[in-house]
């Protein structure tokens, strides 16, 4: 143990300076050669709606409500707050423009990696080592998922945080300071909001006690070790704790697999996962749990495998320490989600999260090569070679591994292509025809994934979604029934079947649905959003008011339901109806313009022109060109009777740039303009705007308009103005 540590504890700095420069320089332009092509990607279909694209709540930015939502709202079951956060920084900054999201991904990976590089440095005293081990991270393809995928932002950001508190903690242990541990919690803090995952820094950091900090000589300073990490341990404890309260994190339901099989299916997973990174062939997403659990042979041939390296490790741990404090390291980070704890209903195990357990594999592999290199007689020149050339194919592996992520379409195939016996990915694949219009081939897929997994309660309920709208009712509402009888308490099926009796007109039925979303999750924004328009439909409201107001952050799709029935009720003439819709719509940003636009409509219509104004005002605001709108608010102006409302000069400067706008070809316009004429007192050039607007009322066979404007001739032609307003 001496002799290992007067190898590996040389003061960092013995290379030239520009070295460690250059090894940065190389780790950031690798990780951009291999993964700046996702600055050219799209949001996939694979959580990045839900985290992002269609979340009404990330895509408004920062603000303090926003920090306040993201502490007490898990993202897709994962409690991730700091991430959450980042999305919403993305939003404010690039809009929905996904390759902003994915280079801020590619930025946090390339700096993950040269603080790796620096922090092996400074604790090993070794710069190719450390370089090579850095470069192993930064380009493996098993990178590629939690580099290329939006969602897995907090993989990286996480990954960021680990690295700092690792500096922090090597820098306390070499230079010991009152500040030292404050700033190695603090970082470690950081990184637990970003991912739960980083829990395991505790123990990462007593392995680094005794390899290569060489802190670790025998028990009692073991013990004093874990008391100075019990700070550490106590706040991953309560991040442990906090993530696993989130809904839906922790499988509990009926999937829930038997815990002999997720024991078989971890031994395994730990397999797969050392030889992906030996040889990194067939990567898709997901892997899907086998349906009856793992093949015997499989769990014992794994098991052997891990007691043999284990025993191995265990018995070389004085001469060669690395071996086992890398060994541990993969082993240490991997347990959180290597299965024994379910945390996914349908994934045996997913690439992501080899992102920082593989660390420690690549450690011990770097250190044992040089060691057992140790006599070659062209060593360097050899050596340097083989780490060429294995960073150049990682490299290039890894490129063609995060093409797939550039669009859906590409990821799914990519995953049928890997695993044509997946069901996860046939009910994927079915998603993506569902969209395409396909919905014939998506039912096959679906049905696919079905006779795999017969009880896949995702698949069922998305068979439900294709024949419904392939108006199959009847089929849908059995599919739906079907997946509630396997996990009751299946908000999407249940929202899905009340949506199917409400298409149907058995409001009853659809409201007892609904109601009892609500009843066992008063949170559900859905839920309460459907609720408020069934009971609007039902004219209740009262009672769909109520509803809005527990509605606090409903996404895209409730919102353009409460869009698109705003407008169902104005060609109903329901005018409060269609006002309490649009209110809703603009209340979450939901196509604000349209909607203040369609709101000014029903408050015209109820008579309510004040109002009226306003919000063709407010819709102009937001998006200044709008023809429609300026000809709209220009009209009310001129021909109001109330004549504290009346403005003949912005009426006629509006209806003059919606006249400029529109070509000068619209006579409906040209009537707005003669108005506004009209009002000002300019009746001579009313009576000939009002003309122009004739000629084209006719030719273009607009009776009702040109009968309109004929009258409305006579009018200025005997000085008076037009008091009249749109209907």
């Not at 593989?358 to 057992?372: E, N, R």
């Not at 849908?476 to 908000?491: D, N, S, W």
């Not at 004219?539 to 409903?554: F, N, Q, R, V, W």
Request: net charge positive.
């Amino acid at each position: 143990m001496k002799a290992a540590e007067l190898q590996v504890n040389r003061p960092a700095g013995k290379a030239p300076g520009w070295q460690p420069v250059c090894v940065c320089v190389f780790l950031a332009l690798a990780v951009l050669a291999v993964f700046g092509q996702t600055a050219r990607f799209e949001f996939v279909d694979y959580d990045d709606r839900e985290n992002v694209s269609t979340n009404q709540v990330v895509q408004q930015g920062l603000s303090a409500q926003a920090v306040g939502w993201a502490f007490t709202h898990a993202q897709v079951s994962n409690w991730v707050p700091l991430t959450t956060l980042s999305h919403m920084l993305d939003c404010q900054v690039f809009g929905l423009r996904a390759g902003g999201h994915h280079l801020v991904n590619v930025l946090l990976h390339a700096g993950t990696a040269v603080l790796l590089f620096l922090v092996l440095r400074q604790m090993t005293g070794s710069l190719w080592r450390s370089a090579f081990v850095a470069a192993l991270f930064a380009v493996h393809p098993l990178r590629a998922e939690s580099v290329a995928w939006v969602s897995e932002r907090k993989d990286v950001l996480s990954g960021l945080f680990f690295m700092l508190a690792l500096g922090a903690y090597v820098r306390q242990a070499r230079q010991p300071s009152r500040a030292g541990p404050v700033a190695v919690f603090l970082l470690f803090g950081l990184g637990l909001l970003a991912k739960s995952m980083v829990a395991t820094l505790p123990f990462v950091l007593l392995l680094l006690d005794y390899w290569p900090l060489g802190r670790l000589h025998n028990g009692r300073e073991f013990l004093r070790l874990v008391r100075e990490k019990m700070p550490l341990f106590a706040l991953s404890a309560g991040a442990c704790v906090a993530a696993a309260l989130a809904p839906g994190l922790v499988v509990m339901n009926a999937q829930r697999i038997p815990l002999p099989e997720r024991a078989g299916n971890a031994v395994v997973s730990y397999a797969v996962y050392l030889g992906q990174m030996i040889f990194p062939a067939g990567l898709a997403t997901p892997y899907g749990n086998p349906p009856h659990g793992q093949a015997v042979w499989k769990v014992c041939l794994a098991f052997v495998l891990l007691v043999a390296i284990s025993a191995a490790v265990m018995a070389w741990r004085k001469k060669r320490p690395w071996l086992l404090t890398g060994w541990l390291w993969y082993l240490g980070m991997l347990f959180p989600v290597i299965g024994i704890i379910q945390i996914s209903a349908d994934a045996a195990h997913a690439d992501r999260y080899t992102y920082l357990p593989g660390i420690g594999l690549a450690m011990a592999v770097t250190w044992g090569v040089a060691d057992w290199s140790a006599g070659w007689r062209h060593r360097r020149a050899a050596l340097g070679g083989l780490m060429m050339a294995v960073i150049g194919a990682l490299a290039v592996c890894a490129r063609i591994q995060a093409s797939y992520w550039k669009d859906s379409q590409s990821l799914w195939t990519r995953a049928q292509a890997c695993g044509s016996g997946n069901y996860m990915v046939l009910n994927n694949a079915g998603n993506l025809l569902v969209k395409q219009g396909k919905l014939d081939e998506a039912i096959a897929q679906f049905r696919k994934s079905l006779e795999i997994a017969p009880d896949y309660v995702q698949a069922i309920n998305n068979l439900g979604n294709a024949l419904a709208m392939k108006g199959a009712d009847e089929a849908a509402i059995a599919q739906y029934e079907k997946a509630l009888k396997i996990r009751p308490g299946y908000t999407s099926a249940q929202i899905n079947l009340a949506n199917v009796f409400l298409k149907q007109g058995k409001l009853d039925e659809a409201i007892a649905r609904y109601r009892g979303i609500v009843e066992s999750n008063a949170d559900n924004a859905a839920g309460q959003n459907s609720l408020g328009q069934a009971l609007l439909r039902k004219g209740d409201i009262d009672g769909a008011m109520a509803c809005l107001e527990k509605a606090a952050s409903p996404g895209a799709d409730a919102l353009a339901g409460w869009f698109n029935l705003g407008g169902e009720f104005l060609q109903k003439s329901n005018w409060q109806a269609a006002i309490v819709c649009y209110r809703q719509a603009i209340k979450f940003d939901f196509r604000p313009a349209d909607a203040c636009a369609s709101l000014a409509m029903a408050y015209v219509k109820k008579g309510e022109i004040k109002q009226a104004m306003d919000s063709l005002q407010q819709s102009l605001e937001i998006n200044p060109d709008q023809i429609s709108v300026q000809n709209n608010l220009a009209l009310l102006l001129a021909t109001t009777f109330s004549p504290s409302l009346r403005n003949g000069a912005k009426a006629v400067a509006l209806a003059t740039r919606a006249n400029q706008l529109s070509g000068g070809g619209n006579p409906a316009i040209l009537h707005t303009l003669a108005a506004a004429y009209a009002e000002q007192g300019s009746y001579a050039l009313a009576a000939a705007t009002a003309r122009r607007g004739l000629e084209l009322a006719v030719e273009q066979k607009q009776d009702a308009l040109a009968a309109a404007l004929q009258e409305e001739i006579k009018l200025y032609e005997a000085n008076s103005p037009l008091r009249d307003a749109p209907q």
